[in-house]
């Protein structure tokens, strides 16, 4: 069983940044999805085992930046420009697949608790 701890949120102003981070041992590809209140999961940004390949959803791109310490075990999504509408819950989520694509929820194997960002306007 894989056990993935995010650390890093908090509350921010419109603006400004936050990095996110999950510790993860093992070989697998990792993911940052995030829920809003009222809404449904939805994919934030995903990397793969060698980080050579990163994906991100189009709200996010040019503000965020996934990346990985595989010497440390650790994935980070480094939110920058942060805006009211990215205010959720932040999952990393982690899948034994590590080609296909990343956006998808049911092909995630383990999930972590969840860490909560604001961003005040």
């Known amino acids: 069983q894989v056990q993935l701890v995010e650390t890093g949120g908090g509350l921010v102003q419109a603006g400004g940044s936050l990095r996110l981070s999950c510790a993860a041992s093992?070989?697998?590809?990792m993911g940052w999805f995030r829920q809003a209140p009222g809404k449904e999961r939805e994919f934030v940004a995903g990397i793969s085992w060698s980080g050579v390949t990163r994906v991100y959803a189009d709200s996010v791109k040019g503000r965020f930046t996934i990346s990985r310490d595989n010497a440390k075990n650790t994935v980070y999504l480094q939110m920058n420009n942060l805006k009211p509408e990215d205010t959720a819950v932040y999952y990393c989520?982690?899948?034994?697949?590590?080609?296909?694509?990343?956006?998808?929820?049911?092909?995630?194997?383990?999930w972590g608790q969840g860490t909560q960002v604001t961003v005040s306007s």
């Open positions: 989520a982690a899948r034994r697949q590590d080609d296909g694509p990343r956006g998808r929820l049911e092909t995630y194997d383990y």
């Open positions: 093992g070989r697998y590809a």
